[in-house]
Nanobody, 126 residues
């Protein structure tokens, strides 16, 4: 089992940057694929980015490709989401999710993930 805690959210102006971090408990974090999802007010939760167990494979939603970068450190048990060129439409609660997998693949579906953090709020002002 793994526990996830997100941090790094806040208020930023349009065009600015934020770096979110997901800290995980457990010595076997390296066996978990991880993703970031987000949920804007009044909208469904959506996929943002995913990273494989070994960090070598990544995947991004079209809306964030070229602006966001996901990375992980399996020594520190963290997964970061660097968000650049932020837009007001990036405003949402951002959630980290993890799933135990035996392959170095990435996963976009929410139902693939078993463990979720509590979320961190990101607000981008225009």
């Amino acid at each position: 089992q793994v526990q996830l805690v997100e941090s790094g959210g806040g208020l930023v102006h349009s065009g600015g940057s934020l770096r979110l971090s997901c800290a995980a408990s457990g010595r076997t974090f390296k066996n978990y694929a991880v993703a970031w999802f987000r949920q804007a007010p009044g909208k469904l939760r959506e996929f943002v980015a995913a990273v494989s167990r070994n960090g070598q494979s990544t995947d991004y939603a079209d809306s964030v490709t070229g602006r966001f970068t996901i990375s992980r450190d399996n020594v520190k048990n963290t997964v970061d989401l660097q968000m650049n060129s932020l837009k007001p439409e990036d405003t949402a609660d951002y959630y980290c999710a993890a799933t135990l997998k035996y392959y170095n693949a990435v996963y976009r579906r929410q139902r693939d993930y078993d463990y979720w953090g509590q979320g961190t709020q990101v607000t981008v002002s225009s």
